[in-house]
């Protein structure tokens, strides 16, 4: 009897990071987050929206980097103080309203492929995880990263970013503190990586399988200079 030949990867731990906005979902969640927030706890913010544009005024002039217009916006629509506790119903609404009408399914199917597969799953995302925590839960999500922000002693969330914004090389560096948390050596663990935007083009190269999922049009070059495979969830 001839001897059976295993792939290497069986004893390896298998890693699978996901982005989320327009990878896992069709359209962005950070402003619709916003907006639900809005409607469903003070709709009398929308006095602020005349208001929003000068962030992003400022933010074309290179006066404030990304992270801050998040947090201006944030303290616009969000407020400079409420409490977790009375957020979160609401924050479990909108996650569920996101896997209901702003989703990929095919990039759902995708994760539970991966889940079966024995895979520890990871939601890598610029989203806040005051948010993305919600939806990575009903995903099944084993670890989540995204941007964290601050909750004071008593409970209030405020439009303070700890830390960087987790957006381009941020998530790698996140990426890399999950695996020191973890005890995870890369040389041990076999990674696939997925995103639809060039922005994460270095979580792709830190993959050893990196996957373009319904790529932008520059994500698309990159992936067909790189010969990363490019699949297509809508």
Known sequence: ?????????????????????????????????????????EPWRLIFLPILPLGFIAYG????????????????????APHLAALQPHIERFAENVLRSNRHQKALDQIETDR?????????????????????????FDHLIGTRLEVDGEGRVRPRIIGENCYDDAKIERIEALFAEQGWQRADTHVRAYSDHVSDQAMLEFADEAIATTPTSKMRHLAEQRGWPIVDWR
């Open 61 to 80: 002039l290179k006066l404030i980097s990304r992270g801050q217009l998040k947090t201006f916006n944030q303290r616009m629509l969000l407020g400079s």
């Open 116 to 140: 079966v597969a024995g895979r520890t799953l990871v939601l890598v995302t610029a989203s806040y995880e005051l948010y993305a925590g919600a939806i990575a839960r009903r995903l099944g």
């Open 1 to 41: 009897m001839e001897p059976v030949e295993r792939d290497p990867q069986d004893s390896m731990q298998k890693i699978s990071l996901y982005d989320m906005d327009r990878t896992i979902t069709v359209r962005g969640t950070y402003t619709p987050f916003l907006f639900h927030m809005v409607f469903e706890r």
